[in-house]
């Protein structure tokens, strides 16, 4: 199931980040910074409202009513315009050849930038998928609780994306540098997770984490772009 869910979100995620870069030549940062945060908020509502979902109407029931809620995504998809560049540049083997460029993978940059995301992907989701069932077992908060570190991981992931993404603008911004900064607060956050005993506690590993993954996840983007 997470694998059919990774895989549409992800060809729903590439697309709209791409207009974004078609429409905005000037502080391109900030601009696809707030339309990342967008997923940080949406962590934070969906959590507080998939609760009360699950509560009135089973897992099943939240599933089919989030299902519908992901659907609408098709009518907003449809709203995008499309600019010269993509009217220019309509004829498929040229657009094939331009999107696969094996001559990138002799990049060293590139292929430190390609594994460090690949070792990152590996636990991004192990903090959020165990959070709920270890402040149980530890005795320092609820299912609520849960759900309310959730909302806090969301806004901090929100707020990284929006405020590194005015940051990003700044062309004498060594990106790598900052990039390799977020993964290193990112891994030595998870692991202080571990030793985290107090509600409290967990509540501030979680928004370090929050806003270094959101850096993390935005700085893909830029340097993306940048190859």
């Known amino acids: 199931m997470f694998e059919t869910i990774g895989t549409g979100l992800g060809l729903l995620y590439l697309p709209q980040i791409m207009i974004v870069n078609y429409w905005f030549d000037k502080r391109l940062s900030f601009a696809t910074g707030i339309a990342v945060c967008g997923s940080g908020i949406g962590i934070a509502i969906f959590a507080l409202l998939s609760e009360w979902l699950i509560n009135e109407f089973s897992w099943k029931g939240a599933m089919l009513i989030l299902s519908g ?17 993509i009217e220019e540049n309509n004829d498929f083997k040229t657009a094939l050849k331009e999107s696969i460029n094996f001559r990138i993978m002799r990049d060293k940059v590139f292929i430190y930038f390609a594994f460090a995301n690949f070792i990152s992907s590996l636990v991004y989701y192990v903090p959020i998928l165990w959070m709920k069932d270890r402040i149980i077992k530890l005795g320092i908060g609820d299912a609520n609780d849960a759900v309310m570190l959730m909302v806090y991981f ?3 992931n929100a707020f990284g994306r929006a405020v590194f993404g005015f940051i990003a603008d700044n062309q004498s911004l060594n990106r790598i540098m900052l990039y390799s900064s977020s993964i290193i607060v990112y891994g030595i956050t998870i692991a202080l997770t571990t030793f985290a005993k107090t509600y409290q506690s ?3 590993c979680i928004v370090i984490y929050g806003a270094a993954e959101g850096l993390q996840l935005f700085l893909n983007l830029l340097l993306f772009n940048d190859y």
Do not use: H, P, Q
């Open 69 to 85: 809620v992901m659907f609408t995504c098709v009518a907003f998809s449809a709203l995008f315009r499309k600019v010269d560049y």
């Open 154 to 156: 969301g806004l901090a």
């Open 202 to 204: 967990m509540s501030i």
